[in-house]
């Protein structure tokens, strides 16, 4: 029996073959260590709404590490069915791609479709202690906001009290 993963606590740690820029390698959360991650999940490889997510991320990798912070994707589809979309369609994205073929990582973090064996669109902030400390969750047809995510990150590494529709050189509430 799982435990529902929570903002707060300690995000689930995961190990899981990824590709990594035309390499296959085994990936974990605590290679990332000291650093800010930014674990999202996405259905499937070849599809329609997923290559727009996943071009928004790489479009974005430079601004999240000048935050600190990691980029890593996950699917339920192989390494190989990774390899053979990111070279013939997304060569730009050079972040870690996990091929959760095990279901256990999309399970770990509740957004696992078990009927089907995907995952809904999970998006996941950790901070470098490894805790969870934003999530969400869309539909399969709904993309997601990159913009928000790097938002929400710039938030919480305020430490301070951020209103809504808060942005970077806006005040915080003391």
Known sequence: ????????????????DAYVAGQFKEVSLKDFQGKWVCLYFYPLDFTFVCPTEIRAFAEK?????EL????????????????AWFERDLAEVK???????????????????????????GTFLIDPKGTLQWMSVNALGTG????????????????ELCPAEWKPGKATLK
């Open 144 to 159: 997601r906001s990159v913009d928000e995510v790097v938002r929400t990150l710039q938030a919480l590494k305020t430490g």
């Open 95 to 121: 972040y870690p791609v996990l091929a959760d073929t095990a279901h256990k990582v999309s399970r770990d973090y509740g957004v696992l479709i078990e009927e089907q064996g995907i995952a809904l669109r």
């Open 68 to 83: 600190g912070c990691q980029v890593v994707a996950c699917s339920t589809d192989s390494k190989f069915s990774h390899k």
């Open 61 to 65: 990798e430079a601004e999240f590490k």
């Open 1 to 16: 029996m799982s435990t529902m993963v929570k903002v707060g606590h300690l995000a689930p740690d995961f190990k899981a």
